[in-house]
């Protein structure tokens, strides 16, 4: 294949965004407080990222732990954040939220897509807990700056989740999967031959670029390795 695999790392601050963009990173998700699987980072840790990399940042919009936006002042106050990180310089940005019943709340994702304006977006791993993927899918077709999936086909991860994105890659143009597929979420090297050669082209890694853990720093040498499988492949 001769399309470049993108690349996506979390990032928690300048450290992380520097050593991924040396490793190959083409893009980093921004994120705070991993111990809640990632919530929307403060402006300032945005400012400083933008100011260390030139490489694509997306900046997540998540309140708390979970997928609920909240309530009527929850879902605004996460409107003012997106205004606040756009007048920052933001451009591309990470969301995606459920009801109770695993339905995706489309009013919450509605109001924060308009504040966008246009802007890229992904819907992040909400739709790996949905009640019914294609149900979510259809339902968010077509909402303005919606280009990635990230998804690990389960919410056990990708293990579980590998025949469920290789079936989503192979209705790939129907309607409600017109949107790129990342895989992230228990992805492992020895996944993405299977995965490249369905077509996927998008890869997202935490924990993997952090031999350490998350206590620890982004590794740019860690990077790398997953840079050299996906352009090998």
Sequence with gaps: ??????????????????????????RLELVADMAADGLTPPVE?????????????????????GFAAGD?????????????????????F??????????????????????????????????????DRDALRKQLDGLPGHDTYLTAGSAAGVD????????????????GYEPRIMVGGGLRLEHVPQLRAAGIDAFHIGGAARPGGWDGPVSAAAVAEWRAVLDGV
């Design 72 to 92: 009527a002042e929850g879902v605004a106050r996460l409107v003012r954040v997106a205004r606040e990180m756009r007048a920052a310089g933001a451009d591309q």
């Design 45 to 65: 840790t945005f400012a400083g990222i933008r100011a260390a990399v030139d490489i694509d940042l997306r900046v997540m919009l998540r309140p708390a732990d």
């Design 160 to 175: 579980e989740g590998l025949p469920t994105l290789l079936a989503e890659a192979a209705r790939c143009g129907e309607p």
């Design 1 to 26: 294949m001769s399309m470049r695999a993108v690349l996506e790392v979390i990032a928690l601050d300048a450290e992380d965004a520097v050593a991924a963009q040396a490793g190959g990173a083409d």
């Design 94 to 131: 990470v969301l995606g939220f459920l009801d109770a019943d695993g339905q995706v709340d489309l009013d919450a994702v509605e109001r924060l897509v308009a504040e966008l304006d246009g802007c890229r977006w992904t819907f992040h791993r909400a739709i790996d807990r949905a009640a």
